[in-house]
């Protein structure tokens, strides 16, 4: 660790090696060019795609915060991905080397990925789905979600893909609120060695009486069958993929749609309890996560072996392991289970074995991989790296050094990613062969990005002092608003600065003109990089009998960046019914149930009082003291001064469970 240490107060950053330098796709060049002539930088990205009608505009912005990239043209995004590498001559290159948690292993090229997905499109359009249509995705990490995806987009259809680990009832909201009326899902999946029964969580999600008696907008399931798990069965509702597969024709020709065709809905939290349907567009989507995924990475189609183990279920999974690399053409590594699973080395394993050139993941990972010590790593060949890549949190300037030692043999490229579900694409990250590297900086806009930090007041704060981030220019992969809710897309990020993309990050420029996150600024905690609202948390805790009122904080944590931290106060008719102990245990359950086991609480404590301004506002940052362990801060504009010390006083009764 003395090095370590040394290599953080020499304050080092790390310029690529004149080798890389020299073979990089991005040349310094790109920064001149974009900003020469921003538009018609993006302009020429967007040409490096498929057009079936080329463009003649590149931005209207006259509707503005309401955006509309290469408006006049036509393609097909899932021609993109497929069809054009198979009639460029590429059909035999690997597109997935996929591998399943117990071991098994599939190998799928570009002509065998693009004949499965126009199977998949026939048999999909025969239940009915056309252009505009949503279709819930609920699977594992599995090569027929990549599939479905590119079937769904290839219908110009709308994808909205939910997160394996949601609950049923998160799963019915998010296909009430986009009125889905197909879900693709598998039986089963593996995780940590077990199965985890999906289509029974589909089947209750879709039952009437989880909404009071309404019925789902669901006509049909689409059952992928994956881990052979007994599942009921409903005649006529439920249909077997590989029978749909199997009836459908092999040919489907990909019709062109309009670039602002909606290509999918993604949920992601936002400060209130309801989440919000991120909605993303055709062309803009395309040309940014191809052009970010190529220069970011350093992409080199032929050669490189490209793993993002985001779970398809994040915007990271839809970017950077469909969309942006599969429209480049390249050969990725897709993984189904958990990075212990079944020992520890499974990751390392997997990059010998593939020979993985490029690793994209999050800080959470890198963090319990250090916390389980290099040993692990080292047993394994990882001499094929050559570039390493982070997103989803700030990265501690530790957690950078270890992973470029220790993953990247202390010779490689790190690049820290910023972006979010809304950008749709990497907005913040040093170009690999061009950027001397900063661990824990996100570093520089990238090539037709504009990016400031402002005061609260719009104006801009210079360096060394914090702000709030923004986005100055419309950018092509922006998300185009809300599903279903045009005046929350303009509150949520265009109410604060007028004309400019109020993120909800932190941020500041350091000397160097660096930027640095500092995380959230609004009520939205990011646990292992991933998002959560505080008040959806809260609602979920205050639907169970036992509780009057509770509060969320995201603590710091060493692993997982935040952890969710609760404050629950019993109704006083149930105080008496459960220890704290028993109180804790049951609702971290509630919670796990109501939402998915990424929102359970690390710890609850149980409370008699919450700290409270005069105006009723719960006091987040003295919540966020305690669940840290410092000193509580100024308390003078509580109601009452005493409620601190209250639960200072209980805390002990707080449980802390690892599972
Ligand atoms: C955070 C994930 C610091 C940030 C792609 C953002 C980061 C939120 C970074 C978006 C990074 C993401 N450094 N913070 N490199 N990348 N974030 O929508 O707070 O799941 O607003 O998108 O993650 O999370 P989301």
Redesign the pocket.
């Known amino acids: 660790m003395t090095s370590i240490d040394s290599l953080l107060h020499e304050n080092r950053t790390f310029p690529p090696s004149p080798e890389f330098a020299a073979q990089a796709i991005a040349q310094p060049e790109i920064y001149e060019a974009a900003a020469a002539d921003r538009l018609g930088f993006w302009a020429e990205q967007a040409r490096a795609l498929h057009w079936h009608t080329p463009f003649t505009q590149t931005l209207d912005w006259s509707d503005a915060p309401f955006a509309k990239w290469f408006a006049d043209g036509r393609l097909n995004v899932a021609y993109n991905c497929l069809d054009r590498h198979v009639e460029a001559g590429h059909g035999d290159r690997v597109a997935i080397h996929w591998e399943g948690e117990p071991g098994d292993q599939r190998t799928i090229t570009y002509a065998e990925l693009t004949a499965e997905v126009k199977r998949a499109a026939n048999a999909i359009a025969a239940l009915g789905v056309g252009q505009g249509d949503r279709v819930a995705i609920y699977l594992p990490m599995i090569p027929e979600a990549v599939v479905a995806m590119l079937a769904v987009a290839r219908l110009g259809a709308i994808h909205s893909v939910v997160f394996g680990g949601f609950s049923s009832e998160s799963l019915r909201a998010r296909i009430d609120d986009a009125e889905a009326k197909l879900v693709i899902t598998a039986d089963g999946g593996w995780r940590k060695g077990r199965v985890v029964t999906l289509k029974d969580t589909v089947d209750a999600a879709i039952e009437a009486d989880i909404t009071d008696g309404k019925p789902s907008t669901i006509e049909h399931v689409l059952v992928v069958k994956r881990a052979e798990n007994d599942i009921a069965w409903i005649e006529g509702r439920d249909l077997w993929w590989h029978d749909a597969l199997a009836a459908a024709p092999a040919e489907h020709e990909a019709e062109a749609f309009e670039a602002e065709n909606p290509l999918f809905i993604l949920y992601?939290s936002g400060t209130t309890g309801r989440p919000k349907g991120i909605l993303h567009t055709s062309g803009g989507f395309l040309t940014q996560t191809a052009y970010t995924h190529q220069n970011v990475f350093d992409l080199h189609p032929e050669t490189d072996v490209f793993w993002c183990t985001a779970d398809v279920g994040?915007?990271?999974g839809h970017s950077y392991m469909v969309y942006g690399p599969l429209a480049n053409g390249a050969t990725q590594v897709m993984y189904e289970g958990t990075p212990d699973t079944p020992h520890p080395g499974r990751w390392w394993e997997l990059i010998e074995k593939y020979k993985v050139t490029i690793l994209y993941t999050a800080p959470t990972a890198i963090r319990s991989f250090m916390k389980a010590g290099r040993e692990v790593p080292d047993r394994f060949d990882l001499s094929s790296i050559r570039l390493l890549g982070?997103?989803?949190?700030?990265?501690n300037p530790e957690a950078w050094i270890w992973y470029r030692d220790v993953i990247g043999g202390g010779k490689v490229p790190v690049v820290?990613?910023?972006?979010?579900?809304?950008t749709g694409a990497i907005m913040v990250s040093p170009l690999p062969g061009i950027t001397a590297a900063k661990p824990g900086s996100?570093q520089v806009p990238l090539p037709g990005i504009s990016i400031d930090v402002l005061d609260d007041d719009g104006k801009p704060v210079g360096p060394g002092k914090g702000g709030l981030l923004v986005i100055t220019e419309p950018w092509p992969s922006m998300l185009r608003g809300i599903w279903g809710d045009p005046e929350r897309y303009v509150d949520t990020y265009w109410s604060k600065f007028g004309d400019k993309y109020f993120?909800?990050?932190g941020a500041h420029y350091d000397e160097d003109g660096d930027l640095w996150?500092l995380?959230?600024v609004d009520d939205v905690m990011?646990v292992s990089?991933?998002?959560l609202s505080t008040a959806e948390i809260e609602s979920a805790l205050v639907s169970h009998p036992i509780v009057a009122e509770s509060a969320v904080v995201g603590a710091a944590d060493e692993t997982t960046g935040q952890a969710v931290v609760a404050f629950v106060i019993l109704r006083v008719e149930h105080a008496e019914d459960h220890t704290t102990e028993e109180a804790a245990v049951l609702l971290r359950g509630h919670v796990s149930e109501a939402i998915g086991a990424i929102a359970r609480p690390r710890n609850i404590f149980i409370v008699t009082e919450l700290p409270k301004t005069r105006s009723g506002k719960i006091m987040r940052r003295l919540l966020r003291d305690v669940a840290e362990g410092r000193a509580v801060g100024d308390t003078t504009t509580l109601a009452d001064t005493t409620v601190m010390e209250a639960i200072a006083d209980r805390l002990s009764g707080g449980v802390r469970s690892e599972d």
């Open positions: 992601t994040w915007v990271t982070s997103v989803g949190e700030p990265i820290d990613t910023w972006w979010q579900t809304e996100a993120a909800g990050d996150l995380g959230r990011n990089g991933h998002r």
